[in-house]
């Protein structure tokens, strides 16, 4: 079994594995950065740590919340060291899951908004679906974005 971070993005569920998760903030000042992709929110300051932050909303379309106040930040690490800031609007919870079981998300399916490459697969939560994202493709389709250039 493994554990996933529960979050939310307007009514629907993403889960991020917990192993990449360096820490949840709640939303602090994030400085924008001219001539960047919308998605990319700006740096804010961790500690000394200067860190980029992606708006996931805004990554998959969506318009940001009225007010961001209530929003959290989770730092995630890639495996070569690397972090980021992730933008959500809540984090609900940390839950099991067998990512053996993950369902895959068929051509068609409801990968509510992200890419079918960067989905993992879709947990049954009880009565919730959550969309279980991959942060290692997810944080190297940001870059290449962030660079001009979009991963196939």
């Known amino acids: 079994m493994s554990r996933i971070v529960v979050l939310k993005l307007d009514q629907e569920r993403y889960g991020i594995p917990i192993e990449v998760v360096r820490e949840?903030?709640?939303?602090?000042?994030?400085?924008?950065?001219?001539?960047?992709?919308?998605f990319f929110a700006g740096f804010m300051n961790v500690r000394g740590e200067l860190v980029a932050v992606t708006s996931l909303r805004r990554f998959i379309g969506k318009s940001e919340p009225e007010d961001p106040r209530s929003s959290k930040i989770l730092v995630v690490a890639s495996e070569e060291g690397g972090i980021q800031g992730l933008i959500a609007d809540d984090v609900t919870s940390i839950e099991e899951v067998s990512l053996d079981s993950l369902q895959p998300v068929e051509d068609g399916a409801n990968s509510a908004g992200f890419?079918?490459?960067?989905?993992?697969?879709?947990?049954?939560?009880?009565?919730?679906?959550?969309?279980?994202?991959?942060?290692?493709?997810?944080?190297?389709?940001?870059?290449?974005?962030?660079?001009?250039?979009?991963?196939?």
């Open 24 to 38: 949840i903030l709640p939303f602090s000042e994030i400085t924008p950065v001219p001539g960047t992709p919308d």
């Open 115 to 152: 890419p079918k490459g960067l989905v993992l697969g879709i947990a049954v939560l009880g009565e919730n679906l959550v969309v279980v994202l991959d942060v290692e493709k997810l944080l190297a389709e940001s870059r290449q974005e962030e660079l001009g250039q979009r991963v196939p």
